[in-house]
């Protein structure tokens, strides 16, 4: 019984990081978008990777410098506009993710996640 209920514990885990990975590379698209921030590579250069109970949110450093108030340089601090899209969006989908996590994982989605690793549901049923 044990080891089963991992396994359906790791499957839910792995479920919700992929979600909202996802989630969090569409909101920072769409962030992006309404900050006016242009360039293929700012676009192109993300990737969500998910394991078991891992999750890999990987952006080029640009997307950081974006989303900075100011900065410090040899002449002292440099105000400039920031525009929100990178710790906002990683940090409030990582709440999101935690709570997911905490109180999704009832009977209920023990009983779909079963259903559907004997392939009596579709996998992306929520």
């Known amino acids: ?4 209920s991992e396994l ?3 499957r839910f885990v792995s479920r ?3 979600e909202e ?13 309404v900050a006016g921030v242009r360039g293929h590579a700012l676009y192109n250069k993300r990737a969500v990777r998910t394991t078991e109970n ?11 410098f974006i989303d900075m ?3 410090k340089t040899q002449r002292g601090r440099i105000k400039k506009i920031s525009h929100p899209i990178h710790n906002r969006i990683l940090f409030g989908r990582s709440i999101s993710m935690i709570r997911r996590i905490s109180y999704e994982y ?12 004997r392939g009596e549901q579709p996998a992306n049923t929520l």
């Open 106 to 117: 009832t009977d209920e989605m023990r009983d779909m996640i079963t259903a559907e690793i």
């Open 54 to 64: 891992k999750m890999e949110f990987t952006h080029l450093m640009r997307h950081r």
């Open 21 to 33: 990975g996802q989630e969090m590379k569409n909101a920072q698209r769409i962030a992006m978008n």
């Open 1 to 4: 019984m044990g080891n089963n």
């Open 69 to 71: 108030s100011s900065r």
């Open 16 to 18: 919700i990081l992929r």
């Open 8 to 10: 359906l514990e790791a």
